[in-house]
């Protein structure tokens, strides 16, 4: 070896300088050639795959009271944790649709009055205890006890839930109702941890807070202040989920007093996300290094809903060139940052799949000249300036909408003047008692839109969320059939037959979908859910969600 090593350098010496260059290049584009040949070779015979471990730290606020789906979950904190400690018989796929979750399939009757749900095999609680009918129907009988006072009640009123065998129960309704399936994305609650615990207690009871559940995490631990403040939530992926084993090893929740807490955590490194993000905040995070600005569509609109008792509003032309007067392109490209989806009626289109979008979504023209002449064919500005109150809940985004449709109003004459109370004010002393002109709000319509209780005649008063206050026999009747009928091209029909009536009619001025946003680290990968009803479904896919990779042969 030494004679060889001699014989080498001796020869090297020997060379010029350019041959010596000559061999290092010739060496340096060998060893490339190698690697580059080896993690070909690598590639195609091997492939990534998730690996377990890791932990998520999330930024929330508030504080949890009742991680119970029964009970009223009064902050998004409740809900998220909710969602990984339960299931649902079905839940969304992340696409627009329901697939089966702890059910493993259903059958429904010629009418639609009855569904049999066939639950999946060995599914067991936290506790190790077997998941079985009796925990579905004891969870529709709380909800339905008065003692309860759930907030769910109203939506499960006149359902009759019968245990036919250990995995089999069957749903029996008054009157068809074809969205029924939405309904049991409800999570289900064990029957052996709550049935001995009185309804008096049902709100203290120490489950609420340290719950057990057949979810994908189970609870690990509460920290809390020396003056009983909790801080902090940790969850443990759960080994024994009849999915598949979550990736990720644990989530904690940290608890923050209000958002900007929140974002200087973030940005201490505190936590590794949080969510909700604020539109204001886009432009900050969005290049923001190892951090991704994730988004989901829900199934909701925002709109300006005008009291068609009002004299003003019942005028065709007022409502015309109000609607006329908003550009949604400027609104949602300039004050919503691009992140919203425009819309001309309360149906976001991708909910009800690829051939329906372009007819459900027909934003309506602007123009602002038309608008004027409007307000002059009226006559009502002749008497005097046409002015009234559009009341809106506290929120930085929808002022900056609300002060948008009152410049671009201003535009065309009117005067506009900003009624901007609490929530909870405002839901007291404005929209139950529908005292209002116009009202700048949100609703909820759900993935597999039933708008019955929105735009129907019998829902003008409170509970019933028809906030125009608009009767129109004709509309009842589509809204009527869309509920009942199963024939999914009449019921898009009877959709596309609402959508149309309501723009004519304009009984609100339908603006946009924001998108829901939310902060996560760059480094999780394996989310794919990008439709929701609610933001708590973001983590309806955590079970795929993984911090680390591995190469393993294909």
């Known amino acids: 070896m030494k004679n060889l090593l001699k014989s080498f350098f001796k020869k090297w010496f020997l060379l010029t300088l350019k041959e010596r260059l000559f061999c290092f290049l010739f060496l340096i584009i060998l060893l490339i050639g190698i690697v580059v040949f080896f993690s070909n070779l690598l ?208 989530i904690v929740f940290k608890f923050y007093d209000n958002y900007d807490s929140m974002k200087n955590g973030l940005l201490k490194k505190e936590i590794d996300g949080f969510f909700p993000l604020l539109i204001e905040d886009f432009d900050f995070f969005v290049n923001k290094k190892n951090i991704k600005i994730n988004s989901l569509i829900l199934a909701r609109y925002y709109a300006v809903f005008l009291d068609f008792n009002n004299p003003l509003f019942k005028n065709e032309d007022i409502r015309q060139a109000l609607d006329l007067a908003i550009s949604r392109e400027e609104l949602t490209k300039e004050i919503l940052q691009e992140q919203a989806i425009a819309l001309g009626g309360p149906i976001t289109p991708g909910f009800l799949g690829p051939e329906a979008e372009q007819e459900f979504n027909k934003i309506p023209e602007h123009s602002l000249e038309t608008a004027k002449k409007l307000i002059n064919s009226s006559g009502l500005a002749k008497e005097e300036p046409i002015s009234f109150t559009l009341s809106l809940p506290h929120n930085t985004e929808l002022i900056k909408v609300a002060n948008y449709l009152v410049n671009s109003w201003e535009k065309i004459g009117l005067s506009v003047e900003l009624q901007i109370l609490p929530l909870a004010t405002l839901e007291k002393e404005v929209i139950q008692p529908r005292s209002y002109e116009a009202f700048l709000f949100g609703e909820i319509v759900g993935q597999n839109p039933d708008l019955y209780s929105f735009w129907h005649s019998s829902q003008i008063t409170d509970p019933g969320l028809n906030l125009s206050m608009f009767q129109n026999k004709e509309l009842d009747k589509f809204l009527e059939i869309a509920r009942q009928t199963f024939n999914e091209k009449k019921r898009l029909e009877n959709l596309n037959n609402i959508q149309t009536l309501l723009a004519e009619e304009k009984p609100a001025i339908f603006l946009y979908n924001p998108f829901y946003l939310y902060l996560l680290p760059q480094s999780v990968k394996g989310n794919h859910i990008e439709y929701a009803n609610l933001p708590s479904e973001k983590f309806t896919d955590i079970e795929n969600w993984y911090l680390y990779s591995k190469r393993v042969l294909k």
């Open 43 to 250: 590639t195609q015979i091997t492939v990534l795959e998730p690996k377990e471990g890791g932990k998520l730290l999330f930024g929330a606020i508030g504080i949890p009271s009742y991680i119970n789906p029964v009970l009223s979950q009064s902050n998004d904190c409740e809900r998220d944790i909710s969602e990984l400690i339960y299931s649902s018989l079905f839940s969304i796929d992340g696409q627009g649709s329901l697939e089966p979750a702890l059910a493993e399939k259903v059958e429904i009757n010629e009418d639609g009055t009855s569904y049999t749900i066939f639950l999946k095999d060995n599914i067991l609680w936290h506790d190790g205890v077997e998941f079985t009918a009796d925990d579905v129907v004891f969870t529709i009988e709380t909800i339905q006890n008065p003692k309860i006072k759930s907030p769910l009640r109203l939506s499960w009123e006149g359902v009759v839930v019968e245990k036919l065998g250990d995995n089999i129960i069957r749903f029996n309704l008054k009157n068809t109702y074809q969205p029924f399936l939405q309904n049991l994305t409800l999570k289900i609650i064990p029957k052996h941890v709550w049935e001995d615990i009185e309804p008096s207690f049902f709100n203290t009871a120490k489950y609420n807070l340290t719950p057990i559940g057949t979810g994908p995490y189970l609870f690990d631990n509460i920290e809390k202040t020396e003056k009983g403040k909790i801080v902090n939530y940790s969850l443990v992926a759960n080994d024994k989920y009849f999915k598949n084993k979550p990736y990720i090893s644990k």
